[in-house]
């Protein structure tokens, strides 16, 4: 709550995105050149290089997108009370750190030379914790529903009358909350689709990685 983005953090943030994708160009072309230079690895291939620069493309395209679609919706809006926002919390920082967290060892090995652990966080367990999660949060809802068990059933029935009377007879007035209400479902959709491509697309990064390193042997 109160953690938008400001306009810096935006600029900063398209900054780093074109200065990754300069990046990115200009590693290719220098692999490029590579074929017709004399090699002082013996083992080097460029073909290792290009398909982790393939993933990493990709990674950059769906950050970018789900920097986006995060910047359009507000996650405490998202569920349906602060109690089970609360409860998915901790599995929504997991999700998100796990990748941080691995990014982090990967860069680091390349610094240094050193080869890939064995054992990473893995990004795709993390987010199947919060699919699990919110699939029980959502079966949990649909066998008791709110209204059925926090109220009593003529409250039930005066409510949903004056729903009915409201859409009657001043239709006009909830268009702009439901229109804000559908483009933020949209987003956090994209959101969640973009993320999950990440988490998909670091399993590639990090299998090229220990291609091109090597991994390390317990």
Same mark, same amino acid.
């Given at each position: 709550?109160?953690?938008?983005? +400001?306009?810096?953090?935006?600029? #900063?943030?398209?900054?780093?995105? !074109?200065?990754?994708?300069?990046?990115?160009?200009?590693?290719?072309?220098?692999?490029?050149?590579?074929?017709?230079?004399?090699?002082?690895?013996?083992?080097?291939?460029?073909?290792?290089?290009?398909?982790?620069? @393939?993933?990493? @493309? =990709?990674?950059?395209?769906?950050?970018?997108?789900?920097?986006?679609? $995060?910047?359009?919706?507000?996650?405490?809006? $998202? @569920?349906?009370?602060?109690? /089970?926002?609360?409860?998915?919390?901790?599995?929504?920082?997991?999700?998100?750190?796990?990748?941080? =967290?691995? =990014?982090?060892?990967?860069?680091?090995?390349?610094?240094?030379?050193?080869?890939?652990?064995?054992?990473?966080?893995?990004?795709?367990?993390?987010?199947?914790?919060?699919?699990?999660?919110?699939?029980? #949060?959502?079966?949990?809802?649909?066998?008791?529903?709110?209204?059925? +068990? /926090?109220?009593?059933?003529?409250?039930? &029935?005066?409510?949903?009358?004056?729903?009915?009377?409201?859409?009657? &007879?001043?239709? /006009?007035?909830?268009?702009? @909350?439901?229109?804000?209400?559908?483009?933020?479902?949209?987003?956090?959709?994209?959101?969640?689709?973009?993320?999950?491509?990440?988490?998909?697309?670091?399993?590639?990064?990090?299998?090229?990685?220990?291609?091109?390193?090597?991994?390390? !042997?317990?």
């Amino acid at each position: 709550m109160n953690d938008a983005p +400001t306009e810096l953090t935006l600029a #900063l943030s398209h900054i780093r995105e !074109v200065r990754l994708t300069q990046s990115a160009v200009a590693v290719r072309g220098l692999i490029t050149k590579s074929a017709n230079e004399l090699s002082l690895i013996s083992d080097f291939s460029p073909a290792k290089y290009y398909r982790l620069l @393939d993933a990493c @493309d =990709f990674l950059l395209e769906k950050i970018v997108e789900a920097r986006i679609s $995060g910047s359009f919706f507000e996650i405490w809006n $998202g @569920d349906p009370d602060n109690e /089970s926002t609360r409860a998915l919390l901790s599995l929504r920082r997991d999700s998100v750190s796990s990748v941080i =967290f691995v =990014f982090y060892i990967l860069s680091n090995c390349y610094r240094t030379k050193n080869k890939i652990p064995m054992y990473l966080p893995n990004p795709m367990v993390s987010r199947k914790k919060l699919y699990d999660f919110l699939a029980e #949060l959502e079966m949990q809802n649909s066998k008791n529903p709110p209204c059925l +068990t /926090s109220r009593a059933s003529t409250a039930c &029935h005066n409510i949903s009358l004056e729903k009915k009377m409201f859409k009657e &007879h001043a239709p /006009s007035y909830d268009t702009e @909350d439901y229109e804000k209400s559908r483009w933020t479902e949209i987003h956090g959709m994209a959101f969640a689709r973009a993320f999950t491509d990440i988490t998909e697309a670091m399993q590639v990064v990090v299998a090229c990685s220990k291609d091109i390193l090597g991994e390390e !042997v317990v």
